[in-house]
Structures are given as structure tokens and as C-alpha cells.
């Protein structure tokens, strides 16, 4: 596992930062990619991600690793962030399981997603609260990590 570390993780974060990318820059490259790859939203994170590295003029690779990572998060995360989403806007929370899901978008796709855009959108204000918060301890914590890190 040791090693397995090192050459996928500990590696290629230090070729980073041979190429001139600093810790800080790489930290917050790392933090936004993860946060902003749980937004509860499927089907859109890798082009968030892009626009807003390329926005920032973030390592494009860096934000986008961070947000592949971040997919099981993102998944684990999805009914949560609905459940915060209706407690905040003082709405039911809205229940309902993959093959219920399935056979609705089966049967009618459009009302499907109609029925189920106020929630997603209540999803994304509670994630929107907490994704600044995450955001600045993960660079907080990254960015002395990286510092020693990097390459002499």
C-alpha cells in the first residue's frame, strides 16, 4: 500500500511542483477539485471544475484528479445534501430509492427531472453553505503537506 501511495499519489504531486506549480497554487487545485466534485449535481463536475480552473488559472490535471476522486464522495453524499437541502428550506424531505428513479426517468424524463429540480436545487444551496467551509480547511491542511513535499 506503501508504494502503491507513492508512486499514484506522492509522485506525480511532486512532478507538480518540479513544473513550477507552487504548494499553495497545487493546495487549492487539490480543495476546489474535491469540493466542487461533490456538488449534488451528476453529470456536470468535470466541467465546473474545468471552468473554474481555467477561470482561476488552476492546474487543469490537479482539479480534475481531485474531482474524479472525489466521485465516490459525491455519490455517498447525493441523498444528504437533498435531506440538508429540504430541512434548510423547511420542506419534506423527499424520498426515493435508484429503481424508483430509474423506471420514473424511464416513463417520462422530462417530468422526471422537472419533479425533481426544486430538491436538486435545495441540494445545491446546502452544499453551497458547507463547500466554502470544506474548501478552506482541505487547503489548510494541504498546503504545509505539499510544502513538505516538495522537491529540493
Known amino acids: 500500500m506503501k508504494n502503491f501511495l507513492r508512486r499514484r499519489v506522492m509522485d506525480p504531486l511532486r512532478a507538480q511542483l518540479t513544473q513550477g506549480v507552487t504548494p499553495r497554487r497545487l493546495a487549492l487545485a487539490l480543495a476546489l ?54 430541512r434548510l428550506f423547511g420542506q419534506p424531505p423527499m424520498t426515493f430509492t435508484v429503481a424508483q428513479l430509474r423506471a420514473e ?13 426544486g430538491a436538486n436545487l435545495r441540494a445545491v444551496a446546502a452544499w453551497a453553505l458547507i463547500a466554502p467551509v470544506v474548501a478552506g480547511l ?15
Open 138 to 152: 482541505l487547503f489548510v491542511v494541504l498546503a504545509p503537506l505539499l510544502r513538505r513535499v516538495r522537491p529540493v
Open 33 to 86: 477539485g474535491v469540493v466542487l466534485g461533490v456538488v449534488p449535481v451528476l453529470g456536470v463536475t468535470t466541467l465546473l471544475c474545468g471552468v473554474v480552473a481555467a477561470v482561476l488559472k488552476l492546474n487543469q490535471p490537479a482539479v480534475q484528479v481531485a474531482n474524479y476522486a472525489a466521485y465516490p464522495v459525491q455519490l455517498a453524499l447525493f441523498v444528504p445534501f437533498f435531506h440538508l437541502g429540504a
Open 105 to 117: 426517468l424511464h416513463a417520462d424524463r422530462l417530468g422526471t427531472l422537472a419533479h425533481y429540480a
